[in-house]
C-alpha cells in the first residue's frame, strides 16, 4: 500500500514569514496529492490539491509543488497570518478509481507566532 | 449548507460497553469513509464504501469493529466491546464519486475508561 511521510512534526514562524511543509510517497501510481488543514476541533479541509500531470499550483498565499521523479511533494505558505494556525495534512491516492483512499500523512502543527 | 452530520461529538463510556458512532453524509455524496485520528497514528483509514457497499475494511479491527451503510443517508461504525485503546476521534467523511475531495464531518470523540 500507499505510505506517506511528512516533515516536520510541528512549525513555528512568525507572521509574514513563509512555511514549507514536505511530504513523500511511495507508490508510483499514485496521481492525486490534496492539502487538509485543520483547526482545533474540527475536521481537516480540503486547501488545494495537485494532480501528477501538472507540476505547480497556486491559489493566491498557498502554493503546492510536485516533483514524480523524486517522489515528493511540498506546501508553501506565503506571508503567513496567525489564521494560518493549524494543523496540516498531506495526502496521496489515485484519483477517480475507487482502487485506493486517500493515504494521510502524519500532520505538522503550524504556530504563526503574531 | 451541506455538511457531513455525525452523532454523538463526544461519548464516554468505560471499557466493554458498546459504542455506536453515525454519520449523515452529504446528499448526492455516495462515497463515504471512517478514519480514525490519534495523536500517535495520525488519520488512519478504517473502512470506506461506494454506493452503500464496503470496498475497503482493512484497517479496521475485525473482531471488535463493524461498520455498514443501511441507507444512503446513514453510515454506522460500531464497536463491541470497547477498550482504552479505542480512544480517539473518528471522523466520517463524503465524497462525490467523480471529484477528488473529501469533505470531513466534525468528528465524535471516543473515550474509553
Known amino acids: 500500500g500507499e505510505n506517506v511521510e511528512q516533515h516536520p512534526s510541528t512549525l513555528s514562524v512568525q507572521e509574514g514569514d513563509s512555511a514549507v511543509i514536505k511530504c513523500t510517497y511511495s507508490?508510483?501510481?499514485?496521481?492525486?496529492f490534496p492539502w487538509y488543514k485543520q483547526e482545533l476541533g474540527k475536521g481537516p479541509q480540503l486547501i488545494i490539491d495537485?494532480?501528477?500531470?501538472?507540476g505547480e499550483k497556486k491559489d493566491q498565499r498557498i502554493a503546492v509543488t510536485l516533483n514524480k521523479t523524486a517522489k515528493h511533494f511540498s506546501l508553501h505558505i506565503t506571508e503567513t497570518q496567525p489564521e494560518d494556525s493549524a494543523v496540516y495534512f498531506c495526502a496521496a491516492s489515485i484519483r477517480d478509481t475507487g482502487r485506493r483512499a486517500l493515504t494521510f500523512g502524519s500532520g505538522t502543527r503550524l504556530q504563526v507566532q503574531p | 449548507d451541506a455538511r457531513v452530520t455525525q452523532t454523538p461529538r463526544h461519548k464516554v463510556t468505560e471499557m466493554g460497553q458498546e459504542v455506536t458512532m453515525r454519520c449523515q453524509p452529504i446528499?448526492?455524496?455516495?462515497?463515504v469513509f471512517w478514519y480514525r485520528q490519534t495523536m500517535m497514528q495520525g488519520l488512519e483509514l478504517l473502512a470506506y464504501f461506494r454506493n452503500r457497499a464496503p470496498l475497503d475494511d482493512s484497517g479496521m479491527p475485525k473482531d471488535r469493529f463493524s461498520a455498514e451503510m443501511p441507507d444512503a443517508t446513514l453510515a454506522t461504525l460500531k464497536i463491541q466491546p470497547s477498550e482504552p485503546r479505542d480512544s480517539a476521534v473518528y471522523f466520517c467523511a463524503s465524497a462525490p464519486i467523480s471529484v477528488g475531495e473529501l469533505f470531513f464531518g466534525e468528528g465524535s470523540r471516543l473515550t474509553v475508561l
Open positions: 495537485i494532480r501528477s500531470n501538472v
Open positions: 446528499l448526492g455524496h455516495n462515497t
Open positions: 507508490d508510483s501510481a499514485s496521481n492525486y
